[in-house]
């Protein structure tokens, strides 16, 4: 995800020229790509976060999470950016990008309070050394 997100990033002027020569069109995806660039880091960590609980046994409270990353945070943002604030279909991005970085923050504290108490837990019930 780190060499896709620096890819479209650093070639956001070269890419759209794989699928049009219209400069108006090449002009908006520039400008996409490099939000993209943050989309996929974002989201692939969030897809990493939510694979690790579901591995632990966690999977209530990362879909609360999600929910609420994305139904609640993200969608509405990118509303408000895109649509009434006039930023267009970059503020829907934006609004979208910053919906899967609060996932990915939330997940994360959500698996370190996890790994805690696991750890503790395990801690508690290890045979005693004499």
Same mark, same amino acid.
């Given at each position: 995800?780190t $060499? ?5 990033v ?5 890419l759209p ?7 108006? %069109?090449?002009q908006?995806? &520039?400008?996409?790509?490099i939000? &993209? !660039? ?8 969030? %897809? %990493? =976060?939510? =694979?690790?609980?579901?591995? +632990?046994?966690?999977v209530?409270?990362p879909?609360?999470i999600t929910? %609420? ?10 509303? +408000?950016?895109? +649509? ?6 970059? !503020? ?6 910053f =919906?899967?970085l609060?996932?990915? +923050?939330?997940? $994360? ?22």
């Amino acid at each position: 995800m780190t $060499f896709t997100a620096v890819l479209f990033v650093l070639a956001n002027n070269l890419l759209p020229y794989i699928y049009t020569e219209d400069t108006a %069109v090449i002009q908006i995806a &520039a400008q996409l790509l490099i939000i &993209a !660039g943050f989309f996929q880091l974002f989201d692939g960590t969030q %897809v %990493v =976060g939510l =694979g690790v609980l579901r591995g +632990i046994g966690d999977v209530n409270i990362p879909t609360l999470i999600t929910f %609420v990353a994305y139904w609640i945070i993200g969608i509405p943002l990118g509303y +408000i950016l895109g +649509i009434k604030l006039g930023m267009g279909v970059n !503020g829907i991005w934006y609004g979208l990008t910053f =919906g899967l970085l609060t996932a990915s +923050i939330l997940l $994360f504290l959500r698996f370190q309070k996890k790994t805690r108490a696991l750890v503790s837990t395990s801690q508690s019930y290890s045979p005693q050394t004499k």
